[in-house]
């Protein structure tokens, strides 16, 4: 007769198993968290954020900065959408934070986008590096990376919860679960987002008209930035060695669908 602690462990995998989804570019993703759940999840958070910021003057009141911001953002948003039609019911939108120390810009579930002036004014990105740091965001986004994101931290405290029942020493049991599911769960998918967002993102920046080729020169400016001190964009976006010879291999295609004359509507972002 099976164990009240074995039943529990079998549950727990067999959700866990249940719950898998395929990303955009064929990836398993783990998904206890639905995207719905995570866009109102991260709404609240933004919105919350954005007024302290607002509070304290901390966005950017720049007419020509945001002018700038929203012309590239609303090329992409038009591109995405296309994409995924399903995110044409996003409440898209765009705020520059005014850090001059922050290097770091991202994108939240359901199209709520921030980028600092400390990204715009250190590494000076051209339009299209411009572009690629967002069309990168963006991908986050359509690539559902929050959800999976917030599943893997509850599977995480799952799997620690579950292992604690089944152990008698529950110290250990704990402490080896956590260690698990960071090294086995949280880092693999933290680096295969990042390599999938790049494989979207170039594409939606080519797409919108934007140099395909900036990915590698943008990714260099970054790397010499990080020589005076990590950016926090390089902290949660972690960048592998081969990550600009990857963007390289990829120029090939991505120049087929670049086309800068051609028109490229803007979305009205809020």
Excluded at 4 to 18: G, H, K, N, T, Y
Excluded at 113 to 128: F, V
Excluded at 153 to 169: K, W
Excluded at 192 to 212: H, M, Q
Aim: proline share 4%; with cysteine.
């Amino acid at each position: 007769m099976i164990s009240a602690r074995r039943f529990l462990i079998l549950v727990v995998l067999s959700s866990l198993l249940a719950a898998c989804a395929t990303s955009p570019t064929g990836r398993k993703q783990l998904m206890l968290v639905s995207e719905e759940s995570a866009i109102v999840s991260s709404k609240e958070a933004y919105l919350s954020t954005v007024q302290g910021l607002d509070q304290a003057g901390k966005i950017e009141g720049s007419s020509a900065v945001n002018a700038r911001v929203l012309e590239i953002t609303g090329r992409l948003i038009t591109e995405a959408i296309k994409m995924r039609p399903d995110t044409s019911r996003w409440e898209w939108s765009v705020v520059v934070i005014d850090d001059p120390k922050m290097v770091n810009a991202w994108c939240m579930a359901g199209g709520r986008m921030a980028i600092y002036t400390g990204l715009l004014e250190k590494i000076q990105p051209t339009d299209d590096e411009l572009a690629q740091v967002m069309a990168h965001e963006i991908s986050h986004a359509l690539a559902k990376h929050t959800a999976e994101k917030m599943s893997i931290q509850m599977a995480s405290a799952i799997g620690v919860a579950a292992v604690g029942i089944a152990s008698d020493n529950t110290g250990v049991a704990l402490t080896g679960a956590a260690l698990t599911a960071m090294l086995a769960v949280t880092l693999p998918n933290s680096r295969a987002a990042e390599k999938e967002a790049d494989i979207i993102g170039i594409e939606l920046a080519a797409r919108s008209g934007y140099d395909p080729r900036a990915a590698v020169s943008l990714w260099h400016k970054m790397g010499a930035e990080s020589k005076s001190g990590t950016p926090q964009f390089l902290s949660t976006h972690p960048s592998p060695d081969n990550r600009q010879q990857r963007l390289a291999k990829l120029e090939a295609k991505m120049l087929s669908l670049y086309n800068p004359g051609a028109a490229h509507p803007v979305y009205p972002i809020r």
